[in-house]
């Protein structure tokens, strides 16, 4: 399909007789944002090199652009892809200008774009300076600036706001969202949860390689199915006096009632409490993105001890 950018099927890569990633299935379109999360040593980065074409898969295939990223083929797509890695590096005795411009050689970008990157992460003050001058946060701007040279088509980003400020984390994420909205796939690796769920299409968690979710965050709730918190503001008490709500409740005040309903169960309770004219407001907490994460994480930690015990036995 002419808008999938990369399908990995049943991906896998092993390592000495260690198997680090397993049956990883995945088809990135145009314009998406995928979000891959997972502990260290998960698999995240392995996918990406494998993505990237710079190790070789052990089973399945790997294909990006419509070509596997190790063929001679694949080439001329190369200066499409950006690459952040977790820990940038650059010749520390050239300048933040020379090193980017050195960059913007190799992917034939166009020379403006060199200052208007650099200005865009806001590094303008320090362009003349040796990087080796450079703060851990400096420098991961230069290397954000490094991998959107050239508006590229598909982005893979290891851990981007590592070292970052919050002001210079809210610019990042409005430049993933302008190169999205111009059609751009975006793999975004991240152990900072909190305020990624809203620029993200379709989430990924890895566990010990394996993949242990993939979906929207509405089908991961789903999945899940995690309690749904609701709080009732004006009721006075009458949830006390209602089975239907009782049933949920776990606080109770006179200015507010707070209830835990399953997923299944959200919009019956929802529309029971709207029954309620004295209601003054309604404020629903779904689960976050970090809640979802630990609840998988901790669904394959219980697998591995039921497997482990059963070994035992």
């Known amino acids: 399909m002419k808008d999938i950018i990369v399908s990995l099927k049943e991906l896998g890569k092993n390592y000495n007789g260690l198997d680090v990633l397993q049956n990883i299935n995945l088809d990135l379109k145009a314009g998406e944002v995928l979000g891959l999360f997972g502990h260290n040593g998960a698999g995240k ?7 990237l074409g710079v190790i070789e898969a052990s089973s ?5 652009f419509d070509v596997a990223p190790q063929s001679k083929q694949a080439w001329h797509s190369r200066k499409k892809i950006g690459y952040l890695p977790e820990n940038v590096s650059f010749y520390d005795h050239l300048t933040g200008l020379e090193v980017l411009t050195y960059f913007a050689r190799l992917k034939t970008s166009p020379k403006p774009q060199v200052k208007q990157l650099l200005e865009q992460v806001g590094l303008t003050h320090a362009i003349n300076r040796p990087v080796k001058t450079y703060s851990k946060g ?3 701007r230069l290397g954000l600036a490094q991998a959107f040279l050239g508006e590229p088509k598909l982005l893979l980003l290891d ?3 590592v070292g970052l400020d919050p002001i210079a984390t809210k610019e990042f994420y409005l430049s993933v969202d302008n190169l999205k909205s111009k059609g751009a796939s975006v793999i975004l690796c991240s152990h900072v949860l909190p305020g990624v769920e809203q620029h993200i299409d379709r989430a990924m968690i890895l566990a010990g390689g394996k993949m242990q979710a993939l979906g929207t965050l ?3 709730r789903n999945q899940a199915d995690l309690p749904v ?3 009732a503001h004006g009721l006075n008490g009458a949830v006390l006096d209602d089975p239907k709500l009782n049933l949920h409740l776990i606080k109770n005040t006179s200015e507010n009632s707070q209830l835990q ?5 959200k919009i019956s309770v929802l529309k029971h409490l709207l029954a309620y004219d004295n209601i003054t407001d309604i404020h629903l907490d779904a689960p976050t ?7 998988y994480l901790n669904k394959h930690d219980q697998q591995k001890n039921v497997t482990k015990q059963g070994t035992q036995l």
């Open 45 to 51: 980065t392995t996918m990406m090199k494998l993505i």
């Open 138 to 140: 400096m420098r991961q």
């Open 159 to 161: 851990e981007p706001t």
């Open 229 to 231: 918190n609701i709080a």
């Open 60 to 64: 399945g295939s790997v294909n990006v």
């Open 218 to 220: 509405n089908d991961l």
């Open 289 to 295: 993105l970090e809640q979802l994460y630990q609840h």
């Open 261 to 265: 309903v399953p997923e299944q169960n």
